[in-house]
Each structure stands twice: as C-alpha cells, then as structure tokens.
C-alpha cells in the first residue's frame, strides 16, 4: 500500500531540474520546546532593584561594585557558549559595562594573565560539570575572581562554585538526537541578555553615547525623536 501526496513547495528546485516530480527520503518534522520561567511575584520590571531578591539583581550588583573599583568584566565558555561568551562580552560593552572575552581553554595555559583580582567573570557552560570548565574556574578563583555561573543546573558544581549562579535550564536540546547545543544556548541568551539590560539601566546609558560608541552601521545614527 502506498500514499502519495503531491506538493508544489519545492517547484523552483524541480525547475531547475527539469524534474516533473521529486521524490523524497525523508521529511523534516518541526520541533516544539516548552520554556518556563519560575521566579517570585513582584520581580518584574516594575519592581525597583533594591527591593528585589533574585539571581539576577545580584549578579548585577557584583559587577557594579567591581566596576566602581576599578575591575573589569570577563566572559567565557568552552565550545558553543565560547561564541556566546564573546557575543555577551560585545553586547555588555555596546551598554555601557567594558566586557572582555577570555577563553575558556587558553585561560589555563596564560590567558588568565588577562586577570586582576577583583574582577568578575561570567562562566557559561549548560551541564556545570565538564573537566576543562572545572579547571578553568579553579583558575579563575585562584586568581582572586568572582565567578557569575550560567548554567542549566542549579546543583552543578560550577553553581556550587559560583557567587551568583543564573539558571538557564532547557528540558531538551531538539534536533535529531537531542544533543547539539540548540535550547541551551537560547536559554543562556536570554539570561545574558536581561543581565544586559539591567546593567544599562543602572549605567543611564544615552542614544547619543550608544551612538559614539556604535558609530557604524544604521544603529551609528540617532532616531528622530533621540535629536
């Protein structure tokens, strides 16, 4: 017994062709995930900082009070969240808090030279237990730094490890098999970027200092209603 179902998406590429009909292998199902945020009441944005309890407030506090000092912000991970560090470390920089990258494998072999203590560093890595993230955080404390854990387990032992743990947990990666890093990094992306947000709210950034800051491209340029 055979269905067969004709389907006009794919025209062009049989065009091109000159195929009249295509036949397939396979099909590419779309994957559904379910994020849930869980937190406590009146931690929205309308409730004012010094009122609030969660991770993200005191991560933020951290880095501001090494920033008053002198210290600067460090950003790193191993493998795909190495990427997302240096996005988090661009972005943070765009709004007003110097972020630098520092990598998460290099930094045991002379990178954590880049290091004074007093600094803050923003360690992501999905599962918290890998090897070579143990010994780079174990690096980074030894050199007198804060650690910020992102992380998808609150009991992981870089959240154990961390002053400030940021829970960015995922119930599954999607795809095929389930394991590249693909909701993982959504969730740390998120994360990252309400810590950016928070941060630019507390450093009163201006549209005419982002735009010294960013002078290129069509964010280089004041709006309308910034003139």
Known sequence: FCFAELHIEQGPSLESRRTPIGIVEAIAAPTRLTVEITGEYAHSGACPMHLRRDALAAAAELILAAKAAGKRLHISGIGKPAHLAGYAASLFSSTGTPAYFLHGTEAVHGSCGQLVPGDVVIFISNSGETAEMKATVSAVKNNGCAVIGVSGNASSWLAQQSEVHLLAHADAEGGPLDRAPRASILAETLVLQALSVLLQSEAKVT?????????????????????
């Open 207 to 227: 549209p005419q200092q982002y735009v010294k800051w960013h002078p290129g491209g069509s964010l280089g340029h004041l709006r309308e209603n910034e003139r």
